[in-house]
């Protein structure tokens, strides 16, 4: 069992969600990053997403591509990101994901990525702009290495596509709260249950929501209907906002142990 379908199962036992916080690798610097990741997962994080910064990353809001081009121009990249999950995976036990764009993984290699990915103990994959189609080679070469490639559905995805993405997936299926970028929002789609609950209909694999999710009511909600939130912009717009770097770690601690209260 992977240690995501671990999380899941551990979750369920315990009748609690999954709360998966975004943070940009390297914003401000990779050094920020490596001491923020341990504080989240102890403030009641389940799981963490981190974005490979990207020059072009056209799923994110302003608030995600502000964080990517602080974290390119303080030297991050695929690899020091990856050299960072080698660092912190002795320091965490919680699943660590890593969130990118195609761009970077094709340059660096699919199979020298894999390889990568499975001897720093990464869990899993997000690639935003690799259609299941086009990511085979790379999908089968991470579940050689016990790297789960986790696959996203969105509002518009048809019922057929939708159970295609549910049995390919692995660790979770992330599903994009609405048509648009990332950032936060002032409320959830009305249909956001139903369009969760088609995937049910389909297939038992944990469903785990984001984009637009942005405070403790929000997680509430998403929760009573999947099996758990992802909290990227409202978390790296109190990183962008702190005076340091030890009030960024802080402020988003403190958010990380908001968000998980309603979930528990």
């Known amino acids: 069992m992977s240690r995501l379908a671990d999380c899941f199962a551990h979750l369920r036992a315990r009748g609690e969600k999954a709360l998966i916080p975004f943070v940009t690798a390297g914003d401000p610097d990779l050094a920020t990053t490596e001491a923020l990741v341990p504080a989240l997962a102890l403030a009641g994080a389940d799981a963490i997403e981190l974005g490979v910064p990207f020059s072009d990353p056209m799923a994110e809001g302003p608030t995600i591509q502000r964080a990517s081009e602080r974290a390119l121009k303080s030297g991050a990249s695929l690899r020091k990101v990856l050299q960072l999950v080698g660092k912190l995976r002795p320091q965490v036990d919680i699943p660590i994901v890593l969130m990118g764009y195609a761009n970077n993984l094709l340059a660096m290699g699919e199979e020298e990525f894999a390889v990568a990915a499975g ?146």
């Open 119 to 264: 001897d720093v103990g990464l869990d899993g994959l997000i690639a935003v702009d690799l259609p299941p189609e086009e990511g085979e080679g790379l999908h089968a070469a991470l579940r050689a290495r016990g790297v789960d490639p986790i696959l996203l559905a969105a509002p518009t995805t048809r019922p057929e596509r939708l159970e295609m993405l549910a049995k390919r997936t692995a660790g979770f299926l992330y599903f994009v709260s609405l048509t648009g970028t990332t950032g936060a929002r002032q409320a959830i789609s009305e249909t956001l249950e139903r369009e969760v609950r088609a995937v049910r209909a389909v297939s038992d694999v944990p469903v785990c929501v984001g984009f637009g999710v942005s405070t403790p009511e929000h997680a509430a909600r998403i929760a009573s209907f999947a099996d758990g939130v992802v909290v990227g912009s409202a978390l790296v717009d109190r990183i962008e906002r702190a005076g340091s770097p030890d009030a960024a770690v802080e402020a988003a601690a403190a958010f990380v142990a908001e968000l998980k209260q309603p979930l528990r």
